[in-house]
Nanobody, 115 residues
Framework: QVRVVESGGGLVQAGGSLRVSCAAS????????MGWYRQAPGKQRALVAGLSGGGRTNYADPVKGRFTISRDNAKNTGYLQMNNLKPEDTGLYYC?????????WGQGTQVTVSS
């Protein structure tokens, strides 16, 4: 069973930056594409950014140019660098496989952006 632990969230003012991390067990990221998903208040969880096994990136339109997804296969760790944050970026951020998320979700990390 794959286990992932997200961290790095917090409270930040609009225009600020955060980097969230995802530590996975086993060879999670070297075998699969990785995605960051966000569950905003009152909304369903949705893809924010994806990184294929071949290194191709995919971003949701609202975050293009502001967020950058990356991973370190040797450390089994993934990252999401978030710049110029906006209040609408607020939510619980999860990492999972991409493009098809596995049934195994971590606890997520909360990102709150104040206006």
């Amino acid at each position: 069973q794959v286990r992932v632990v997200e961290s790095g969230g917090g409270l930040v003012q609009a225009g600020g930056s955060l980097r969230v991390s995802c530590a996975a067990s086993g060879s999670f990221f070297s075998l699969y594409g990785m995605g960051w998903y966000r569950q905003a208040p009152g909304k369903q969880r949705a893809l924010v950014a994806g990184l294929s096994g071949g290194g191709r990136t995919n971003y949701a339109d609202p975050v293009k140019g502001r967020f950058t997804i990356s991973r370190d296969n040797a450390k089994n760790t993934g990252y999401l660098q978030m710049n110029n944050l906006k209040p609408e970026d607020t939510g619980l951020y999860y990492c999972n496989t991409y493009p098809n998320p596995s049934p195994y979700w971590g606890q997520g990390t909360q990102v709150t952006v104040s206006s």
